[in-house]
């Protein structure tokens, strides 16, 4: 049973435009919300992330939303760059056990 | 600081032979895990553990075994290689903070059982 679904397996934007990706969750008990960024042959890396009292943490381009009564959040990306360009995981906090992972939505930004 | 590092990064078994994944953190984290990730798919938490001396299963530990002897070490032991197996391998750690388990990567290690 995925308690943290990304259902896009894939996304692509033009360079310049915004990405949004999304990811919606069962848990209504999840306390943080994470981003990874994932490029080929690497390890992911941290984003960005937000905590369930909130609804909005923004950080440069990348700015994440939480809509609590939807069970919703967003990454948004502006502008996008080809740099961009990799798997993002969405990931959830439980409290005193690991997070639990999405299955990712490859971004494509496109030049 | 090297942060979590992992060796190898590749490596190819046989069906049946056994193999240890090393991770090694030098962030002095509590929290060490060991995920899969399959062509296409998420990350699958396999054991985690809270310290030295306490481990945890996952969502997929048939088939591997860990040990947590020291803060910076996490070994994960594959017994009986089964291409089933055949994943990429990530070690993690990390520290508890109030922005959320913030999680460090490995690089990875790629297996490949033929």
């Known amino acids: 049973d995925q308690q943290v679904k990304q259902n896009s397996p894939s996304l692509s934007v033009q360079e310049g435009r915004i990405s949004i990706l999304n990811c919606d969750y069962t848990?209504?008990?999840?306390?943080?919300f994470l981003w990874y960024k994932k490029y080929p042959a690497e390890g992911p890396t941290f984003l960005i992330s937000?905590?369930?009292?909130?609804d909005k943490n923004e950080d440069g381009r990348f700015t994440v939303f939480l809509n609590k009564s939807a069970k919703h959040l967003s990454l948004h990306i502006v502008p996008s760059q080809p740099g961009d360009s990799a798997v993002y995981f969405c990931?959830?906090?439980?409290?005193?056990?690991?997070?639990?992972f999405g299955k990712g939505t490859r971004l494509s930004v496109i030049a | 600081n090297a942060g979590v590092t992992q060796t190898p990064k590749f490596r190819i078994l046989k069906i049946g032979q056994s193999m240890t994944l090393q991770c090694a953190q030098d962030?002095?984290?509590?929290?060490m895990y060991w995920y899969r990730q399959d062509p296409g798919m998420g990350l699958k938490l396999i054991y985690y553990?809270?310290?030295?001396?306490?481990?945890d299963k996952g969502e997929v530990p048939n088939g591997y075994n860990v040990s947590r002897s020291t803060t910076e070490d996490f070994p994960l032991r594959l017994e009986l290689a089964a291409p089933s197996q055949t994943s990429v391998y990530f070690c993690?750690?990390?520290?508890?903070?109030?922005?959320?388990?913030?999680?460090?990567f490995g690089p990875g290690t790629r297996l490949t059982v033929l």
């Open positions: 993690a750690s990390s520290y508890r903070r109030e922005t959320g388990n913030e999680q460090f």
């Open positions: 848990n209504s008990m999840f306390d943080y």
């Open positions: 937000i905590s369930s009292i909130k």
């Open positions: 990931a959830a906090n439980p409290g005193n056990t690991p997070l639990v």
């Open positions: 962030m002095n984290h509590n929290y």
């Open positions: 553990s809270v310290g030295a001396g306490i481990t």
